[in-house]
Each structure stands twice: as C-alpha cells, then as structure tokens.
C-alpha cells in the first residue's frame, strides 16, 4: 500500500461500494462456516484499518495483525482495536490457536505467498479453518495493483495449489466472485493501460477512487455486486469474477 493511502483506505473501506458489498459476502462465508460454534477465536491477518475485524467481532473473539507499522498505529487510533504490528511471514502466536485464520487480500502482498499461507496454517486448530480472499486474473493487472503493491494475481488452481502442497488438510468451499461485474470491470482495466493516468484516477489513483463514494454509478455498482450475496451464500459458485475466495480445513489430528 501506497505511504498515506490507508488515510483513504479507511473511508474506502467503510463507505465504497466494492468494500461493502465484498465484505457482506465474506461475513456470510464466515458465519456459514462458524455457525452452531461457540467461543470462537479469530485471526485477522492484514487488517488495514481495521473493518473487517469490526465485522467480525460480531461472530467472535478477534485478534488483529497488521504489518505496517504507521497504519496500525492509525488503526488503533481510528477504531479502539487492539491491533499488534506483526508480518504474516512469522506470526506472533504459538500452534493450533485460533478456530478461524482469516486474511482478507493479503497474501498477493507477499512475495513468499507460500510461506505465508504455511504460516496461517500453523496458527490454526486441528479442526479449524483458513479462509483467505485474493484478486483473480493476471490479464487484469492494471495500475491499481501497481499502487496497492501486488506481486501477483490469481487463478483459482494456483490459490488452490498452495494450500494443497503440504496435503494437511482440503478445501472446504471455493468460488471466484464479482463475476456479474467481471466483463465491463474487465474492459476498463485492459482500455485504462491506453489512457493517461491523470484522465480517469484520483488521489492515489485505486480503481476505488474513480467514482465518488455517493454517485449513482457507485450505487448502481453496489447493487449489481450485491446481487451476488445470496447466491454465494446459498452455494451457487462462479468459474470467473474479479476476486477468488477459499476455505481450507485443517485435517484432524
């Protein structure tokens, strides 16, 4: 992440329609997973400014790492969470700790991709679970990614290859999502690489930032995304979207 563009990143996270409709979808994941579990201890692994771990802490105990030492440190300040500076490539927590591993567009920040993977395994119980979400495609590379630091975007096979390398464990639910959006999204990224920068992004010039927060186009946007929630979460999975998700389960020991 761009120095300073977690100061967007907290309104974006909070009021831009791609947060907001992803992370209604990552919650329904989440919750299908925990439902009937009680007492139910989480890890949320890049935590940013922090919405995610508001969200949820109304599905457990949460506990919150962020690797970059001024935006934790932001974090705290903005929302009261008790976040610990920490990198997902050593995480601060002893063996088989947490029921839920949570990381959340994080691991295509990290260039070690599969030591950070065998890190969230590490932390998590026997019965446990890992649920991470990426961005998908690498045709879709663009300037967003650029500014946000990405090594890599994924395919589905290549998210699922790293988790199932070391054969402890299998994947309990995969789908690629924003797929309604997939074409047009598709179109701008690939039409944007011909256009002056300065012409269509603001700021520090994130996809998010194109459209202001309360336009009609970012509420359109927010409605067809939208769209895909119920779906999801009743078991409908897309082969195509803009961002891929998966749960793996520890194998019991």
């Not at 969470?81 to 567009?105: H, K, R, T, W």
């Not at 009609?216 to 082969?239: A, C, D, M, R």
Request: a neutral charge; hydrophobic letters at 45%; proline letters at 3%.
């Amino acid at each position: 992440m761009e120095k300073h563009y977690y100061h967007e990143y907290y309104e974006l996270e909070r009021k831009n329609w791609w947060f907001r409709a992803r992370n209604q979808i990552l919650m329904d994941r989440v919750a299908k997973l925990l439902k009937n579990k009680q007492n139910v201890k989480i890890l949320n692994v890049g935590v940013a400014t922090g919405s995610t771990s508001q969200l949820l802490t109304e599905l457990g105990e949460v506990v919150s790492i962020e690797y970059d030492e001024e935006c934790c440190n932001f974090a705290k300040q903005k929302t009261g969470l008790n976040i610990i500076q920490g990198s997902i490539l050593d995480l601060p927590f002893d063996e088989n700790s947490f029921d839920l591993v949570c990381a959340f567009d994080v691991i295509e920040h990290v260039e070690d991709d599969q030591k950070a993977v065998s890190e969230l395994k590490r932390v998590c119980k026997s019965d446990g679970w890992v649920m991470v979400s990426v961005p998908a495609f690498s045709f879709l590379w663009s300037h967003h990614d650029v500014i946000n630091h990405h090594f890599r975007r994924y395919t589905m096979p290549m998210l699922k290859a790293i988790f199932l390398k070391d054969k402890d464990g299998y994947i309990a639910y995969q789908s690629y999502f924003n797929a309604i959006l997939f074409v047009p999204i598709a179109v701008f990224r690939l039409i944007s690489g011909l256009i002056p920068q300065k012409w269509i992004r603001k700021g520090t010039g994130a996809d998010n930032l194109i459209f202001p927060q309360e336009s009609w186009v970012s509420k359109l946007l927010y409605q067809i995304f939208h769209l895909e929630q119920p779906w999801l979460i009743n078991g409908l999975t897309f082969p195509f979207g803009i961002s891929a998700m998966l749960c793996w389960q520890m194998q019991k020991v």
